[in-house]
C-alpha cells in the first residue's frame, strides 16, 4: 500500500524538524488545546502502536487497549497514553516514536489492503486504517510546524487527506444528526505539485488549494482562516463543520486562533 510509504515520508518529515530541539522545547505549548509537542508525540506513538496491535489481530489489539486503559475510567487520552509510556518524553520519545512509524509503515505495506481490523469504534480495513494515521499524523504535526514558526512545504502525497475528506462528506452530516442538504459541491484544487484534483458533481463550488482543503477538513484551520473560494449554502455549511477523522462532532477552531507563528 502506497499509503505506507507515505506515512513513513510524512513522519521523516516531522522528525527532520524536531531533530534540532533541545529537551525542553518539547514541553512547549501548542495552539492544539494547549498540548505540549512531547503530549502530540506521545498521542501518535500510541496510536501507532495501536494500528499495529490492530494488524496483529483482534486478541493483541484487545490486551492492548486493556493494558492502556489500565482498569481505570475517566482519564483522559493524555493521561493515559502518559502512563502507558512511563512518561517517556523529549529525545528519547522521538527515538522510540521513529522505530515505530517505521515499524508500522513496513508491516502495512504487506498487508492486505481489505483485510478487516479491530478498532475503537467500528471496524476498518487495513487501507483506511493506514490512511487514517497518515491523516492524523499530518494534522497533529501542523500544531507543531506553527509553534515552531515553520511553514510546512506539503507534496502530494496529501491526495490522501483529500480523498479522505471527500469521503466524509455524507458522514459528517450524519454525525452531527443533520439531513443531507444535497450533493457533494464541486472541488477544484491545486496540488503541491500545481495538478488540479477534481471532485463531486453539485452546483455549489469550493476552490483553491488542497492543502488549505485539508486543514479545513483535519479542522487544523478555520475555513476564514483560508484562502479557499467557496460558493453556495451546502459549501458553506460543509467548511464550516467539516470533520474527516472519528468521533464524536467536534467544531473547528475560532477564526484566528490557529495560525503559523512568526518569529
Not at 510546524?145 to 458522514?171: A, C, F, S
Amino acid at each position: 500500500m502506497q499509503q505506507a510509504a507515505n506515512l513513513r515520508d510524512e513522519s521523516a518529515a516531522l522528525s527532520d524538524l524536531l531533530a534540532p530541539l533541545y529537551v525542553a522545547e518539547f514541553e512547549t505549548p501548542t495552539l492544539f488545546k494547549g498540548w505540549t509537542i512531547n503530549n502530540i508525540l506521545r498521542h501518535l506513538h500510541v496510536w501507532n502502536i495501536a494500528a499495529g496491535k490492530s494488524l496483529d489481530g483482534e486478541n493483541a489489539f484487545r490486551a492492548f487497549l486493556a493494558e492502556l486503559m489500565g482498569g481505570e475510567r475517566g482519564l483522559s487520552f493524555d493521561a493515559m497514553e502518559s502512563r502507558y509510556l512511563g512518561g517517556l518524553s523529549g529525545k528519547a520519545l522521538l527515538v522510540e516514536w521513529e522505530a515505530e512509524y517505521a515499524k508500522l509503515a513496513n508491516a502495512f505495506a504487506n498487508a492486505d489492503p481489505k483485510a478487516r481490523l479491530k478498532w475503537m469504534g467500528p471496524d476498518m480495513s487495513a487501507i483506511s486504517s493506514i490512511t487514517a494515521r497518515l491523516m492524523e499524523t499530518w494534522a497533529h504535526a501542523q500544531a507543531i510546524y506553527d509553534v515552531l514558526g515553520v511553514e510546512r512545504i506539503d507534496t502530494d502525497r496529501i491526495g490522501n487527506i483529500v480523498r479522505l475528506g471527500v469521503n466524509t462528506y455524507g458522514w459528517t452530516f450524519k454525525n452531527r444528526k443533520e439531513e443531507l442538504p444535497g450533493p457533494m459541491p464541486r472541488l477544484q484544487l491545486i496540488a503541491p505539485s500545481g495538478a488540479v484534483w477534481e471532485y463531486g458533481d453539485g452546483e455549489d463550488l469550493i476552490t483553491g488549494s488542497a492543502t488549505e482543503f485539508c486543514q479545513v477538513v483535519t479542522q487544523c484551520r478555520n475555513i476564514g482562516d483560508t484562502q479557499l473560494q467557496v460558493s453556495g449554502s451546502i459549501a458553506s455549511r460543509w467548511m464550516a463543520i467539516a470533520q474527516c477523522f472519528a468521533g464524536p462532532p467536534q467544531y473547528p477552531p475560532p477564526m484566528g486562533t490557529r495560525h503559523v507563528f512568526t518569529k
